[in-house]
């Protein structure tokens, strides 16, 4: 199964400008997310889309492949389809590079959900753990999702799903982690839709395939480590990479 990792790679942030190139450790949050993509071993390739000059250079120069976008766009996957628009690939991985603790284990999980489908069923999953910090489940940066019975998604928000009106009925909460991965001609598609009204008004773009019917399926996983979303993440991942 040919299988490659795109990271999608934005310069500019509202809430943390230029967070992909803030040193974590010694090295910057891209080179890491980068890095440990590589270090998995699950990938044909590995590489970083960007729009900036200054991320293109620093992963250039340290011995990566990256590509620069030609034209603006509204999310990653819009990002990394016109990358990949050429290539051939069965099955595109979409790392968010702000993800720098990446890990094989949860990686590998998801993968293998595209191996046990003979007959192309998925077209697209992505990654999610467990959140019980009543704190986290409340918190807008914190995106949640909520499953049927088969862990295909039912919806995402940044609002509390589900909301507990009888607190003696035990939920779990999951947080969506920002990794997905697909079938080339789900993602493709993904780029002729229009953005929707749900994936604007939540800002989540994997809203935009539940609106047109397409099913995604949701891969538990453990820990995955810190996203890089805000300075007190940062800040976080400083003290969690010791």
């Known amino acids: ?3 490659i990792a795109m990271i999608p790679a934005r310069y ?4 943390f400008p230029a967070k992909l190139m803030q040193m974590l450790g010694d090295k910057t949050v891209i080179r890491h997310t980068h890095d440990n993509a590589v270090a998995t071993g699950l990938f044909d390739e590995v590489i970083v889309v960007t729009d900036s000059s200054v991320i293109f250079d620093e ?5 990566g492949k990256v590509v620069m976008s030609r034209k603006p766009h ?5 990002r990394i389809a016109e ?4 290539l051939e690939v069965e099955i595109v991985v979409n790392i968010q590079g702000d993800e720098p603790f990446v890990q094989k284990s949860p990686l590998e999980k998801l993968l293998e959900v595209f191996k046990k489908d003979p007959e192309h069923l998925v077209q697209v999953a992505s990654l999610m753990q467990i959140i019980k910090d009543k704190k986290n489940i409340e918190d807008p940066n914190y995106v949640k999702v909520a499953v049927d ?5 039912l919806f995402f928000s940044r609002s509390v799903i589900p909301f507990a009106r009888d607190p003696s009925i035990p939920i779990p909460y999951y947080e969506h982690i920002g990794v997905y991965a697909f079938r080339k001609k789900a993602l493709m598609d993904f ?3 229009p953005v929707t009204a749900l994936e604007a008004a939540e800002k989540i773009e994997c809203l935009r395939y539940l609106e047109h019917g397409i099913p995604l399926k949701m891969v538990l996983t453990e820990y995955m480590g810190i996203e890089i979303d805000t300075p007190a993440d940062l800040m976080a991942a ?3 990479l010791g």
């Open 149 to 153: 019975l088969q862990m295909n998604a």
């Open 59 to 63: 992963i250039r120069n340290h011995g």
């Open 74 to 78: 509204e999310s990653g996957s819009d």
């Open 83 to 86: 990358a990949v628009e050429n």
């Open 238 to 240: 400083k003290k969690w």
């Open 12 to 15: 500019a942030s509202t809430r």
């Open 191 to 193: 780029t002729q839709w």
């Open 1 to 3: 199964m040919n299988c």
